[in-house]
């Protein structure tokens, strides 16, 4: 079984550019969570999704950054106008359930020149 | 809200000896708890759980960790490290409320001396 699929696992942009970052699930996991680790600020949730839901969002900066998880495909978290603080690497997880414990994928480092 | 705090930033063993990772949680409600490894520019893998039934958990790696609900307590242990346990640990928390959003503590960093 394949695992949690990121690409891709390392993306440079320049400042002002748009940043997407995609992320296929185990397959028969319908959860996908988004997290962002910063150096020396550790692994913050940011979205959490179901097929074309978005269920909690708490996480997200409220400008630039969306989440979508559409009917077929991939999931996609998006960063509009990157900037050097966007740096960090994010990761996806999936899950069956809300309890049961989630499955992550290698991540993506983003680096903003 | 929820929150976790794992003690100590860095934590280093001899190969061979006990490792213990603490972490303590706060949840207002009955937690899910979870450690993660992670080892240097990968992603996470799954240990162990804990969400019901036995208090004691075993986990991959020989790993396994105590849910002890009066001391809001989650401790990680091994009895015998190995050098390949030298990674971050991660402590995290959920609960029904949160729809399965993990809470994670800072991580502790192992190193394992030869």
């Known amino acids: 079984n394949a695992g949690v699929m990121q690409n891709p696992r390392h993306l440079v942009r320049r400042r002002g550019q748009e940043a997407r970052l995609r992320c296929s699930p185990m397959k028969g996991h319908s959860h996908v969570y988004w997290y962002r680790q910063l150096p020396e600020e550790g692994l913050k949730f940011m979205v959490y999704?179901?097929?074309?839901?978005?269920?909690?969002e708490s996480g997200m900066p409220k400008e630039r950054f969306s989440a979508e998880f559409p009917k077929e495909g991939p999931s996609i978290l998006r960063i509009q106008q990157v900037v050097r603080g966007d740096s960090a690497a994010y990761f996806c997880?999936?899950?069956?359930?809300?309890?049961?414990?989630?499955?992550f994928g290698p991540g993506t480092r983003l680096t903003v020149t | 809200a929820q929150s976790v705090t794992q003690l100590g930033s860095h934590v280093s063993v001899s190969e061979g000896a006990l490792v213990l990772l603490r972490c303590n949680y706060s949840s207002s409600v009955p937690p899910y708890l979870f450690w993660y490894v992670q080892y240097p520019n990968q992603g996470l893998q799954l240990l162990l759980k804990?969400?019901?039934?036995?208090?004691l958990v075993k986990g991959i790696n020989g790993f396994e960790a105590e849910f002890k609900k009066s001391e809001t307590s989650f401790h990680l242990t091994k009895p015998s490290a190995h050098m390949s346990d030298a990674a971050e640990y991660f402590c995290?928390?959920?609960?029904?409320?949160?729809?399965?959003?993990?809470?994670f503590g800072q991580g502790t960093e192992l190193s394992v001396k030869p």
């Open positions: 999704l179901q097929k074309e839901n978005i269920i909690d």
């Open positions: 804990y969400t019901t039934g036995a208090t």
């Open positions: 997880a999936s899950s069956p359930g809300p309890t049961v414990g989630q499955y």
């Open positions: 995290a928390v959920s609960d029904d409320n949160q729809g399965g959003k993990l809470i």
